[in-house]
């Protein structure tokens, strides 16, 4: 039988869709993208690509800590960005939130995301 538990937290954005901020199954944790809405008044934050990348992982580490684990316990990380250009820019923000071993990772260029975002990112965690 499969334990599954429904991840909420007040710390992260709520769901704007069909779809909810993270699904616990026995002790792997499946995560929604995040994009970089403040979580109080559900708007992008203001500033530059780092500004936003910084929220994504801030909202990110705020599901982690709802299902008891932290940023340090994913495992696959996707990150969605609308300018491949910023790929230094997101490896710099990435290192001030990861250590290594860093979790296995892919970077893919969209054309948009959600709420004109530059940046979004998924992942799989085990605690």
Partial sequence: MTNKA???TNGAPEAIGTYSQAVKVNN?????GQIPLDPASM??????FADQAHQVFKNLQAVCEAAGGSLADI????????DLGNFPVINDVMAQYFEQPYPARAA??????????QVEADGIMVI
Avoid: E
């Fill in 108 to 117: 893919v260029g969209v054309k948009q995301l959600p709420k004109d975002a």
């Fill in 6 to 8: 429904i991840i909420q």
């Fill in 28 to 32: 792997t944790v499946y995560l929604s």
């Fill in 43 to 48: 708007t992008l934050v203001q500033g530059d």
């Fill in 75 to 82: 495992v696959k990380l996707n990150i969605f960005m609308t």
